[in-house]
């Protein structure tokens, strides 16, 4: 298990914009395939973005292309997810999870992650 922390979690206008945070420590997320989740009240846990590890592939649910980027910063053993453009929609818990493991594509299917962190909420209304 990779305890991992999100964090950056907000209030946000419709329209705004937030950047999430994961992290961890003790090892070096770069080995780890890293999701986004996200899961609003009474729906299912949906999978946002994900990234491969070691600068592999990226992947994006349709609802959020072009509006998310999901990125490492090698030196803060982090991965961020960039939201702009956030609508109502959008207002969630979001979680990251990671996959351990160097292949070089990832999914957004729960099952495939070992490790889940907490949470962040992000609420957009005005």
């Known amino acids: 298990q990779l305890p991992l922390w999100e964090s950056g979690g907000a209030l946000v206008q419709p329209g705004g914009s937030l950047t999430l945070s994961c992290a961890t420590f003790g090892s070096n997320l770069d080995d780890y395939a890293i999701g986004w989740f996200r899961q609003a009240p009474g729906k299912e846990r949906e999978g946002v973005a994900c990234?491969?590890?070691?600068?592999?592939?990226?992947r994006y649910v349709d609802s959020v292309k072009d509006r998310f980027t999901i990125s490492r910063v090698n030196l803060m053993n982090a991965v961020y997810l960039e939201m702009s453009s956030l609508n109502p929609e959008d207002t969630a818990d979001y979680f990251c999870?990671?996959?351990?493991?160097?292949?070089?594509?990832?999914?957004?299917?729960?099952?495939?992650?070992?490790?889940w962190g907490q949470g962040t909420q992000v609420t957009v209304s005005s």
């Open positions: 999870a990671s996959h351990v493991g160097q292949g070089a594509l990832c999914t957004l299917t729960s099952t495939w992650y070992d490790s």
């Open positions: 990234i491969a590890s070691r600068g592999g592939a990226t």
